[in-house]
């Protein structure tokens, strides 16, 4: 499914899903909230919908989300929920008086487009701001909720392609750039993304002969977030994956290579410190079987540390889509 794009945000009007903007549910999804916040919003601020469809359901449009999207920015630069709601309603500018005050190596807020947060996501899905608003919260449930929404919505390689991996990029820059602060919402929003993963991924999939496909991160790697999306898309898609995850030990990878036989080893390297060429080759090298009848696996360099590191004969996918392609076909 392709992203409504062009102003950044997604395109919610009296035309929505159901022919009258959207619910209340969908409404918090967006933003980033529980539909309890909303709902409080409306009744102790009056930032409730300014039109009505028939029946118990209420459908926001576009001008209601609007509101409630600049309710978020403000209280996100501490302003008292009254406050924001009273500039929300009425689209007054932020006065001198009303914002915090810049504190000693704080700049004063600028009016730019935010996640509510002070992260910078450019042109993103709608879902991006509400996943990083609940990150920097460290809102647990409405991050989960979100994250599930997400993968329901675009599947498991859309949603982390064109929603978890910007706004993972964005809390990096952040943490980047910020002088150590925010490393907890990193961390937060990464062990979010990973159970998110397993709950949306079906059971482990049965062993076929000849099938399996080894994913490890070589010696000194521990980034395995990638790892565990391309294995999660591997066994949606009915691939037997065995999963070793960060800084596997060159003698453990050549001895789980030797006990599976698989078809496909996928090598993840996030820097090119720890990428290792004569690993890659090593692997691909092996052997097993019976005398004339010898396989070797099919061997992938994946991630950014290989840039630059080519291996001779091995490939190396530009992304998620490509490389589980090219395993699903190796297991065939």
Not at 96 to 121: I, K, N, V, Y
Not at 204 to 216: H, K, M, S, W
Not at 255 to 263: D, F, I, L, N, S
């Amino acid at each position: 499914m392709s992203a409504q794009r062009g102003n950044g945000e997604d395109r919610v009007g009296d035309s929505g899903p159901r022919g009258g903007g959207l619910t209340t549910g969908e409404v918090a999804r967006r933003l980033g909230v529980a539909p309890t916040t909303v709902r409080t919003w409306d009744r102790r601020y009056g930032l409730g919908p300014d039109a009505h469809t028939g029946g118990r359901h209420r459908r926001w449009t576009a001008a209601d989300m609007a509101k409630l999207e600049r309710m978020c920015a403000l209280t996100a630069t501490g302003l008292p929920p009254a406050e924001a709601a009273r500039l929300a309603r009425s689209e007054e500018p932020p006065t001198a008086r009303s914002r915090p005050a810049a504190g000693p190596g704080r700049a004063p807020t600028r009016d730019r487009s935010r996640a509510g947060s002070g992260l910078q996501l450019g042109v993103v899905r709608q879902e991006c701001r509400g996943i990083a608003r609940a990150a920097l919260r460290l809102d647990a449930a409405a991050l989960d909720d979100l994250l599930l929404a997400a993968i329901a919505e675009h599947g498991l390689v859309g949603a982390w392609t064109e929603v978890i991996v910007p706004t993972l990029q964005a809390v990096g820059r952040k943490w980047e750039t910020s002088g150590e602060r925010y490393v907890e919402v990193e961390h937060f929003l990464s062990w979010h993304v990973s159970g998110a993963l397993r709950r949306a991924t079906p059971h482990t999939v049965a062993d076929r002969p000849g099938a399996i496909t080894v994913l490890a991160c070589v010696p000194g790697e521990n980034h395995t977030l990638p790892l565990e999306v391309l294995s999660a898309a591997l066994t949606e898609r009915g691939v037997p994956v065995r999963m070793f995850g960060g800084a596997l030990p060159v003698e453990s990878l050549v001895a789980a290579v030797r006990r599976t036989g698989p078809a496909a080893v996928g090598l993840w390297a996030q820097s090119r410190a720890t990428a290792s060429r004569p690993l890659a080759q090593h692997v691909a090298a092996m052997e097993w079987g019976v005398r004339g009848a010898r396989r070797r696996p099919v061997v992938l360099t994946l991630g950014p540390g290989w840039a630059g590191q080519a291996v001779a004969g091995l490939a190396r996918p530009s992304g998620l889509a490509e490389a589980v392609a090219a395993l699903e076909s190796s297991a065939r």
